[in-house]
């Protein structure tokens, strides 16, 4: 029965991570591979909701306009750059300057939602937000660098170090909604709680990134390139499954 048959490598996720972990191991000889994915289709993270009602489709049209669900940007400086830019597969996509990103949340726009008096919702920017966030982010730019310096070759997470940031000093509400955005949004770019990222080998102030790419445009999305990416991989692919035990054998 299917239940007893074995693999030579299981992979559980056909996200990023898990196909291009089943695409090396084929690719190493390995041919046994079996990767289990728990929805309908490929892509992990990245998902492109189609015009045609499609998600992750590796054959939509050049005309499609994809709806991005989850990841959109690709770094040109990662391996997985490096192999969609000389595959082609992400040609199309339009390059961003990385001198036109000035740090997360550094460039952004700030507005504050509040109720009319007919009891409609407003949003209304924030007046003198560029002196907050110079302000804010100054001060913890300075607050991580003597932090580390103060735990030797220790660490501690990012989200310790926003709590002791904000005991430290008499700080306005506004400061502290800041620095609570900034930890969102650190939370949204790097898929994890800011109390499991390393202060000392994130940084959440760096400015400079590398050449980015905008997947979600026309004929292109990052769902769908994933799911071109896994087509070849696409009988050792089971959908819809569910892992209910893992045993570690000795």
């Given at each position: 029965?299917?239940?007893?048959?074995?693999?030579d490598a299981v992979i559980v996720g056909a996200g990023w991570a898990g196909l291009r972990a089943a695409r090396a191991l084929s690719e190493s000889g390995v041919s046994d591979v079996l990767v289990l994915e728990a929805n309908g289709h490929v892509g992990g993270r990245s998902k492109s909701i189609n015009e045609d009602?499609?998600?992750?489709?590796?054959?939509?049209?050049?005309?499609?306009?994809?709806?991005?669900?989850?990841?959109?940007?690709?770094?040109?400086?990662?391996?997985?750059?490096?192999?969609?830019?000389?595959?082609?597969?992400?040609?199309?996509?339009?390059?961003?300057?990385?001198?036109?990103?000035?740090?997360?949340?550094?460039?952004?726009?700030?507005?504050?939602?509040?109720?009319?008096?007919?009891?409609?919702?407003?949003?209304?920017?924030?007046?003198?937000?560029?002196?907050?966030?110079?302000?804010?982010?100054?001060?913890?730019?300075?607050?991580?660098?003597?932090?580390?310096?103060?735990?030797?070759?220790?660490?501690?997470?990012?989200?310790?170090?926003?709590?002791?940031?904000?005991?430290?000093?008499?700080?306005?509400?506004?400061?502290?909604?800041?620095?609570?955005?900034?930890?969102?949004?650190?939370?949204?770019?790097?898929?994890?709680?800011?109390?499991?990222?390393?202060?000392?080998?994130?940084?959440?102030?760096?400015?400079?990134?590398?050449?980015?790419?905008?997947?979600?445009?026309r004929g292109l999305g990052f769902g769908n390139v994933a799911a071109r990416f896994g087509e070849p991989l696409s009988s050792k692919i089971r959908l819809n499954?569910?892992?209910?035990?893992?045993?570690?054998?000795?």
């Amino acid at each position: 029965p299917d239940a007893m048959r074995t693999h030579d490598a299981v992979i559980v996720g056909a996200g990023w991570a898990g196909l291009r972990a089943a695409r090396a191991l084929s690719e190493s000889g390995v041919s046994d591979v079996l990767v289990l994915e728990a929805n309908g289709h490929v892509g992990g993270r990245s998902k492109s909701i189609n015009e045609d009602g499609t998600i992750n489709s590796p054959a939509t049209s050049s005309d499609n306009v994809p709806v991005e669900a989850g990841s959109e940007w690709l770094y040109d400086s990662t391996s997985m750059g490096k192999y969609l830019k000389k595959s082609e597969i992400a040609h199309v996509a339009p390059i961003i300057d990385p001198r036109g990103y000035s740090g997360l949340l550094k460039g952004a726009k700030f507005y504050r939602q509040a109720r009319r008096k007919d009891g409609a919702l407003e949003a209304k920017e924030v007046t003198n937000s560029d002196e907050l966030k110079d302000e804010v982010w100054e001060g913890i730019r300075s607050f991580r660098k003597k932090r580390l310096k103060k735990l030797k070759k220790g660490d501690e997470s990012w989200g310790d170090a926003f709590d002791a940031y904000k005991r430290r000093r008499n700080m306005s509400g506004k400061e502290i909604e800041y620095i609570d955005l900034l930890g969102e949004v650190a939370k949204i770019e790097y898929t994890c709680e800011s109390d499991q990222m390393s202060l000392r080998e994130i940084d959440l102030l760096d400015q400079d990134i590398p050449t980015t790419r905008y997947m979600g445009v026309r004929g292109l999305g990052f769902g769908n390139v994933a799911a071109r990416f896994g087509e070849p991989l696409s009988s050792k692919i089971r959908l819809n499954s569910r892992v209910t035990e893992i045993n570690n054998y000795p």
